[in-house]
């Protein structure tokens, strides 16, 4: 499967932003799809996932209640809206699915096999 992310940009605090991952493949709702972010300096880390089979999902604890991760299967898309943005939010935001992933370790980026290129997103204070 290809994955392309898209919906990057650059916002105020408190501004949202939609960002997508648009799969090929006819079989991508069986894939756990997950958003990580890599801000400067710093190390990839895990932002949301979101499971193949039966949809459960989990998100890092900086952005519970701000973040919703969801999928339309009809469009192989996996969405990730990013309400109430901090400046803290600022990164590249990758995507990234895999078939097999146990989920209590889908926040790991080695469990994933195919990566998507990344969109930046940047919040203004």
């Known amino acids: 499967v290809q994955l392309q992310a898209s919906g990057g940009g650059w916002v105020q605090a408190g501004g949202s932003l939609r960002l997508s991952c648009s799969a090929s493949?006819?079989?991508?709702?069986?894939?756990?799809t997950a958003w990580f972010r890599q801000g400067p300096g710093n190390e990839r880390e895990f932002v949301a996932a979101i499971r193949g089979s039966g949809g459960s999902t989990r998100y890092t604890d900086s952005v519970k209640g701000r973040f919703t991760i969801s999928r339309d299967t009809a469009k192989n898309t996996v969405y990730l809206q990013m309400n109430g943005l901090k400046s803290e939010d600022t990164a590249v935001y990758y995507c990234?699915?895999?078939?097999?992933?146990?989920?209590?370790?889908?926040?790991?980026?080695?469990?994933?096999?195919?990566w998507g290129q990344g969109t930046q997103v940047t919040v203004s204070s």
């Open positions: 990234a699915a895999s078939v097999g992933v146990i989920w209590s370790s889908m926040n790991g980026p080695g469990n994933y096999d195919h």
């Open positions: 493949g006819r079989t991508f709702s069986r894939y756990t």
